[in-house]
């Protein structure tokens, strides 16, 4: 299953940027009796956006920008970044792009801490590839530099529908001491469920044998339960939830060979009432970047 | 497993943090400096390096060399993206383009 993930950042004068990802995700089979394989290819614009930083505090976005929702979507969902491929069960509540204006920015709070925000609305839109919901939330975040600590909740309106609110908490941590990566999420829907995952990755740089290799390797484990809200099954799957209960844990490693470009491979075990599966992960992921001229 | 064990989870993760963070608080050699223009090149690759470790190390492993004008495009990008303070921003981007 190839994914392309393509970004474009264009700067203008001092104080814009031009950014825009599209993602093309392939998912080809070799039929039985054929040579080749075939498959769909998914196209999606995850934003396209037109950024103006009006001070140290502020920066205004329009366009089409990834919901601001926990940190998943805007932060670890780049293949090249996540520790482990396959996306948390909760990532769809809350998250997605919308169609609209933003206000966020990162202001020190004190000496010890930095508060970082967003606040956006969305309008409904049903062209394609550009489908979003008339929704208006925020995020607010509190980072510890010296702890390497962060806190923050999101809140969300749906102005459609049913109107639902979607809520969330969201935790990271890197402490100093050790060169671990430990990242939570907490997630509630009023139409779609709730959940959490929690998701620890830690270098082996620390062990002292075979430096050469373990200073690259990254051992990965995650945790995570579902809880389904009193949507119908076929709801719950155009969201791409599970419609019952679900429990999950994942194990896997990532080796680095540079930042950039890793080999990756994960182990999850699924259990429900639908019955308990595995799902084995394996992959590379490379990014790169080259100017494409000068403007 | 229910919403109660859910909460206990939720608290314990709330109080291991809060611990960990009072913990790591006495660590002065992690505190971040005031960003001053007559900083030495060795101030700004400590100080450079300690903010980016904090801000980009959270997601990106070691820096990447990239040419001056794109590591501006890609400040600006993570500023954006990552909530950076323009602070800290300044230092990351002298301390990658020493």
């Known amino acids: 299953m190839p994914i392309v993930m393509p970004v474009v950042l264009v700067p203008l004068g001092e104080r814009w940027l031009v950014e825009a990802r599209g993602e093309f995700k392939g998912e080809f089979e070799k039929p039985a009796g054929s040579g080749s394989f075939h498959g769909p290819v998914e196209k999606e614009l995850d934003y396209a956006e037109l950024d103006f930083i009006a001070n140290s505090r502020v920066t205004v976005t329009v366009g089409r920008f990834l919901t601001p929702f926990g940190i998943y979507n805007e932060r670890l969902y780049p293949v090249w970044i996540r520790s482990l491929q396959p996306v948390p069960t909760i990532f769809p509540i809350g998250t997605g792009s919308g169609n609209g204006v933003m206000l966020r920015g990162g202001v020190p709070a004190s000496s010890k801490a930095n508060v970082n925000y967003a606040v956006y609305f969305s309008t409904n839109s049903t062209i394609n590839k550009l489908e979003s919901d008339r929704l208006a939330g925020g995020r607010v975040g509190v980072f510890f530099p010296r702890q390497r600590i962060e806190i923050g909740a999101s809140f969300q309106q749906l102005l459609q529908e049913g109107r639902y609110r979607s809520a969330g908490f969201h935790f990271a941590w890197q402490p100093v001491a050790a060169p671990l990566n430990l990242r939570s999420e907490f997630a509630w829907s009023g139409e779609q469920g709730r959940g959490y995952w929690i998701e620890g990755a830690y270098r082996l740089s620390q062990i002292s044998k075979w430096q050469k290799v373990m200073r690259h390797t990254e051992a990965v484990a995650r945790m995570q339960q579902f809880f389904a809200g009193g949507i119908t099954a076929g709801t719950a799957a155009d969201y791409g939830l599970p419609t019952v209960n679900a429990e999950e844990l994942d194990l896997g490693g990532n080796y680095y060979f540079r930042d950039g470009f890793k080999a990756t491979a994960s182990y999850g075990r699924e259990f429900s009432s639908f019955g308990n599966f595995n799902r084995w992960t394996i992959g590379t992921a490379y990014r790169f970047a080259f100017p494409l001229g000068r403007l | ?98």
Do not use: W
Not at chain 2, 31 to 41: E, G, K, L
Not at chain 2, 46 to 53: A, D, N, S, T
Not at chain 2, 83 to 97: A, F, G, H, P, S
């Open chain 2, 1 to 98: 497993m229910t919403s109660r064990h859910l909460l206990c989870g939720l608290l314990a993760l709330t109080l291991f943090s809060t611990v960990a963070a009072g913990k790591a608080g006495r660590h002065n050699d992690a505190a971040p400096v005031p960003v001053q223009h007559s900083m030495t090149d060795d101030d700004v690759r400590v100080e450079g390096e300690k903010r980016f470790q904090a801000n980009c190390g959270r997601c990106h492993q070691s820096p990447h060399k990239f040419p001056p004008r794109m590591m501006l495009t890609i400040e600006r990008h993570m500023r954006v993206r990552a909530l950076t303070t323009d602070e800290d921003m300044r230092l990351i981007v002298r301390y990658l383009n020493q």
